[in-house]
């Protein structure tokens, strides 16, 4: 079981990338799934989650309307569209699944990706 995140690089602020989490070893469309961030030296926090049916976001208070979180297929069962992107926003994120419901809090997610990196610069 083996999810990955990918589509991270390096843009410029203001600029936009969206990132795909590939799926492979099960399919994750009865699982919530949540994306997280990493920035050096910080903690793992949250940036947005959505429903099984896809009907139900949460979004981190900083997103303030850059970010869409959305399913997509069952090979790359979440994406992450990231507008406006700041030099604040670097950090490797990861995907993730698990809950039944969408969740803020980064223990409720039993399966993790592995990060990619989204680098920001000013």
């Known amino acids: 079981v083996q999810l990955q995140a990918f589509g991270g690089g390096l843009v410029q602020a203001g600029g936009s990338l969206r990132l795909s989490c590939a799926a492979s070893g099960r399919t994750f469309s009865s699982y919530a799934m949540g994306w997280f961030r990493q920035a050096p030296g910080k903690e793992r926090e949250f940036v947005a989650a959505i429903s099984q049916s896809g009907g139900r976001k949460l979004y981190a208070d900083f997103v303030n309307g850059r970010f869409t979180i959305s399913r997509d297929n069952a090979e790359n069962p979440v994406a992450l569209r990231m507008n406006s992107l700041k030099p604040e926003d670097t950090a490797v994120h990861y995907c993730?699944?698990?809950?039944?419901?969408?969740?803020?809090?980064?223990?409720?997610?039993?399966?993790w990706g592995q990060g990619t990196l989204v680098t920001v610069s000013s």
């Open positions: 993730a699944a698990g809950p039944m419901y969408p969740s803020t809090v980064p223990g409720s997610y039993h399966y």
